[in-house]
């Protein structure tokens, strides 16, 4: 996973060439003139209204908080024709209420982003591994910097901020959870440990770091890490861990952590040329308890 990612972008149309403009005012490939503070502030609130308009009253608060200047409706009309020219005529709407950004969700990398995820739980479900990690890779792409930093004094803006970047830090136990189902546990062997360093209060993030650890052979190592967070979460939260941490710790000592998941296509084709059961055959499934 390379350097911190953030802001949502949205793609710029600008001539025959497409950029990206954040609202941090970032670029991929520069086109046309670059927008300043406040166009970046009101393009930010916009993002965070989403389907819904915003009126002068909110984008102006977004932009000044409670006290914006004696001119603040003529400066928020001018930011909104600066970003028209940017993302073309017709990315922001004029309504009765006020303005709405008018783009597809896919040219929203804040939106974007919850897409690929929501494709990528799909994929795990299927029993796609390898696809799924690709598509959340393709999500944590997307970030640069901090999210929304441009109205992160804006109550809306400060929320939205909040869910994104508990969102990314969803994505990246995602990423681990898809990497070990598609057998990369020596891959992510390190960067499950950096994860669980970075957010050790964070139970799932021990789980995955201890899974992949056994599944490297260092049965040792993944118990010593589940005492870490047992003592982490009793000195600084005062509580026990959860059913999964203890259920792992279980499945660990007993030498029962399942193996790698195979994919759905895979169970199809095995049931497919699977024999006919033997007469008095039950069909259960072999013993064993599958800890995640």
Do not use: N
Not at 101 to 124: N, P, S, T
Request: proline share 5%.
């Amino acid at each position: 996973m390379g350097r911190t990612r953030g802001s949502p972008p949205v793609r710029e149309r600008s001539g025959p060439c497409a950029s990206r403009v954040t609202p941090s005012g970032e670029r991929e490939r520069g086109v046309g003139s670059r927008l300043g503070p406040r166009d970046r502030s009101v393009l930010a609130a916009l993002v965070v209204g989403g389907d819904e308009a915003l009126t002068l009253d909110q984008l102006a608060e977004a932009v000044w908080g409670a006290e914006p200047p004696v001119s603040w409706r003529k400066v928020v009309h001018g930011c909104v024709a600066r970003l028209r020219r940017a993302l073309g005529p017709g990315s922001v709407e004029t309504v009765a209420t006020g303005y709405r950004l008018a783009v597809a969700a896919d040219e929203i990398d804040a939106r974007r982003f919850g897409l690929l995820l929501r494709r990528c739980r799909e994929q795990l479900d299927l029993g796609a591994p390898d696809r799924a990690l690709f598509l959340v890779d393709e999500a944590l792409a997307l970030w640069r910097g901090r999210p929304l930093a441009d109205v992160e004094s804006w109550e809306p803006g400060r929320t939205e901020a909040g869910r994104l970047t508990e969102s990314r830090l969803d994505a990246q136990e995602l990423r681990l959870e898809a990497a070990l189902r598609a057998g990369r546990h020596v891959e992510i062997l390190a960067e499950a440990q950096a994860r669980a360093d970075e957010a050790p209060l964070r139970e799932r993030r021990w789980a995955l770091l201890a899974r992949a650890q056994y599944r490297c052979g260092q049965q040792s190592e993944s118990l010593a890490s589940l005492r870490r967070v047992r003592a982490l979460l009793h000195a600084e939260l005062g509580v026990d861990p959860g059913a999964e941490l203890v259920g792992l710790e279980r499945a660990i000592l007993r030498h029962r952590v399942a193996a790698r998941r195979r994919s759905g296509a895979g169970q199809a084709a095995r049931r497919r040329r699977a024999p006919g059961r033997r007469p008095g055959s039950t069909g259960r499934p072999r013993a064993g308890t599958r800890a995640r």
